[in-house]
C-alpha cells in the first residue's frame, strides 16, 4: 500500500467507494467509473462519473486536458465458464500541463490502493487507444484466452453477447479522427471474406484513395501468401492490411489474424503528419486481431515474419527473434496491446528484487542473437562511436558478463548523433540515475522471468523522452524511430516513459510477465 496521502473532494470519498462496489457487484449494470481531478490547478480527486455503457461511455467523461483513474468491469469467457475481470486505466490527456502531470506519479499508486484489485492496467493518452476493444484485449492477452481461434463473424469464440456488442467483432464503429472516413461497405465485406469458414480470401488490402485524401478504400483482396500481398505494397503509399494464417502447434491447428500498417518512405509529408492521428481510427476497424507488424519497406513483410509474430505472441515459438526478421518488425510507439514481440507460459515469478546471475537463455537450442550490422535504409543517424555502443548493446545480450543495462542517446541532448551515455550492472535503478528531463534516452535492459524451475531471459527496450527536451528535437524523433529500434532489436517489451519514476526494476519486470503470462494472478 502506498503511504501517499490522497485529498478528496466534500463527500466524494464515500461516493466513489460506493460507485467502486456498484461496479464490483453482481447486483448492478454499472460497469465503469471514473476519478478525476476537481481543476487542472487542484490537487482534489472528485468522482468524474459512473455508468454501465462500458470504456466507450466512459470516454465520454474524458479530454485531452484531463487526468483521470478508472475502473472497468469485463466479462472473459473461458470454454463454458465466464469469469469477471477488472482494468485500471489511467488516462493522462496530452494537454494536461506540467505541473499536474508531475503530480500523476504521486497519486497513482494510491489511486490504485483505493480503486482496489485489477487484473490489468492501462495507460494511456489519447481516446482513440482507449475502446471496448482494447481493454478486452488486453485481459484477454493477460488470462490467455486471446489466441483463440476467431469464428466466422470475427468474434472470439466463447465471447458473450454482451462482448460482441462491445468490441463489435470485426464491424467496429471506429471513433472519428479529424476528417478520417472509410469506405464501410467494401472493408466490411473484404474482412468477412477473410473471416468466413472456410475463408474466401487470404488477405485484404485498404488505402488512402489519393495522395491528400483522409478517405481509406479497400485497395484489394486475394487468396494467395503475403508474396501476393507485398506486390501491391508501394514505397508512395500508406496500406492497412488484414492477413488470415494458419498456426499449427503439435496436433492442432488455429486461425490467427495480423494487422499490417505499412507506410512506404516516399509518402506525401502532409499525409505522414496525419497518420498518428488517424491510427487508433484504423486499429479499431481492424479489430479483433492477435498480433501487428509496422512496415516501410515491402521486404520488412514476408512469411517468415508473421509467422515468427505469431508462435512469439501464442508462446508456442522459444527463440528470440534471428537477425532478419528482427530488423523487420518494429514496434508501434503506443503501447497497444496487439503489437507482441514475446514468448511465454504460464507459471511462478521471480521477485524484482532477486539478483541472479545470468542463465543460460532459452533459444530453442540456439546461440544467442548477434546484433544487427545495419540499421534502417534511411541513414538519419549518425554515432560517435558505434562500434562501442554495438559493443556495449552485445554484452547486455551477453551470458558472459554481469552487465544488464546499456543506455544511448544524442550527443549534446539534440541532433541526431547517438552517443553511449552508460552501461552496466544494477538493472533499471541503475540505467534511471543517468536520466534527466530534458534528455531522450534510449535503453535495453536483461531482466530473468522464471517459469516453474525455468528461467528465461528476456529483454526490455525503454524509450525515454524527457518533458522539457527541445521541441524541435521532439519533433524529429519520429523519423529516427526505426533505426533506434532496430538497433535494440530483438527485446520482448517496451516502454515509453517520460517521468523517471516510470521506470522501475518492478515496473518492467511486471510489464514482462504480463505479457509473456507469466502474472495471471489479481493484483492485492
Known amino acids: 500500500m502506498s503511504n501517499a496521502k490522497i485529498d478528496f473532494l466534500d463527500d466524494h470519498e464515500a461516493l466513489g467507494r460506493e460507485a467502486i462496489q456498484e461496479v464490483r457487484s453482481d447486483k448492478t449494470d454499472t460497469d465503469w467509473v471514473l ?49 469477471v ?23 497513482k499508486s494510491p489511486m490504485k490502493d483505493f480503486i482496489g484489485q485489477h487484473h490489468v492496467d492501462h495507460t494511456t493518452s489519447s481516446l482513440d487507444e482507449l475502446t471496448d476493444a482494447i481493454i478486452l484485449e488486453k485481459v484477454q492477452i493477460t488470462s490467455g484466452t486471446a489466441s483463440r481461434v476467431l469464428d466466422s463473424s470475427g468474434a472470439k469464440q466463447g465471447v458473450t453477447s454482451s462482448q460482441s456488442r462491445a468490441t463489435g467483432g470485426s464491424a467496429v464503429t471506429p471513433k472519428k479522427s479529424g476528417d478520417l472516413s472509410f469506405d464501410l461497405d467494401a472493408i466490411k465485406e473484404g474482412f468477412s471474406l477473410i473471416r468466413s469458414d472456410p475463408p474466401a480470401a487470404t488477405w485484404m488490402l485498404a488505402s488512402y484513395d489519393g495522395p ?14 503475403v508474396a501476393e500481398l507485398v506486390a501491391h505494397l508501394k514505397d508512395d503509399m500508406v496500406g492497412y492490411a488484414l492477413v488470415r494464417k494458419t498456426e499449427q502447434f503439435e496436433m492442432s491447428e488455429t486461425v490467427k489474424f495480423v494487422f499490417i500498417r505499412f507506410v512506404g518512405d516516399n509518402i506525401n509529408r502532409m499525409l505522414r503528419a496525419r497518420l498518428g492521428t488517424h491510427l487508433g481510427a484504423v486499429q479499431t476497424l481492424f ?73 543460460k537463455p532459452t533459444y530453442g537450442g540456439a546461440p544467442a542473437p548477434n546484433v544487427p550490422k545495419s540499421v534502417s535504409s534511411g541513414h538519419s543517424l549518425k554515432f560517435t562511436d558505434e562500434s562501442a555502443l554495438r559493443n556495449a548493446i552485445a554484452d547486455v545480450r551477453s551470458d558472459a558478463t ?61 524509450n525515454f523522452q524527457g518533458e522539457n527536451i527541445d521541441r524541435m528535437h521532439r519533433a524529429r524523433l519520429g523519423t529516427h524511430k526505426g533505426e533506434v529500434e532496430a538497433l535494440a532489436t530483438p527485446y520482448h517489451v517496451d516502454i515509453l516513459a517520460s517521468q523517471r519514476s516510470e521506470l522501475t526494476d518492478d515496473i518492467v519486470l511486471t510489464k514482462i510477465q504480463e505479457t509473456s503470462g507469466t502474472k495471471s494472478r489479481v493484483k492485492a
Request: proline residues 4%; aromatic residues 6%.
Open 35 to 83: 476519478f478525476t481531478y476537481e481543476s487542472p490547478k487542484s490537487q482534489k480527486i472528485k468522482l468524474g462519473g459512473k455508468g454501465s455503457g462500458g470504456v466507450s461511455e466512459l470516454c465520454e467523461h474524458l479530454s485531452a486536458d484531463q487526468v483521470g483513474y478508472a475502473l472497468v468491469r469485463k466479462t472473459d469467457q473461458i470454454d463454458d465458464s465466464v469469469t
Open 85 to 107: 475481470k477488472f482494468a485500471f486505466i489511467n488516462f493522462v490527456g496530452e494537454k494536461v500541463p506540467i505541473m499536474q502531470r508531475a503530480r500523476i506519479s504521486i497519486h
Open 212 to 225: 491528400n485524401s483522409n478517405h481509406v478504400v479497400r485497395q484489394a483482396t486475394g487468396t494467395g501468401d
Open 287 to 359: 479489430h479483433p486481431y492477435h498480433v501487428a507488424l509496422e512496415a516501410s519497406t515491402p521486404n520488412e513483410v514476408s512469411e517468415e515474419i508473421l509467422a515468427q509474430l505469431i508462435s512469439n505472441a501464442s508462446g508456442t515459438a522459444n527463440k528470440v527473434l534471428d537477425d532478419v526478421a528482427a530488423l523487420s518488425i518494429r514496434q508501434q510507439q503506443s503501447t497497444g496491446p496487439t503489437t507482441v514481440r514475446t514468448s511465454g507460459a504460464p507459471g511462478a515469478s521471480t521477485p524484482a528484487s532477486q539478483t541472479a546471475p545470468k542463465p
Open 402 to 462: 554481469d552487465t544488464d543495462w546499456v543506455l544511448f542517446g544524442y550527443e549534446g541532448g539534440k541532433g541526431n548523433t547517438i552517443t553511449l551515455l552508460g552501461s552496466g550492472t544494477g538493472g533499471v535503478a541503475a540505467l534511471v540515475s543517468h536520466l534527466a528531463d530534458d534528455i531522450v534516452g534510449y535503453g535495453l535492459v536483461r531482466k530473468v522471468d522464471q517459469v516453474d524451475d525455468s528461467l528465461t531471459v528476456k529483454f526490455c527496450f525503454i
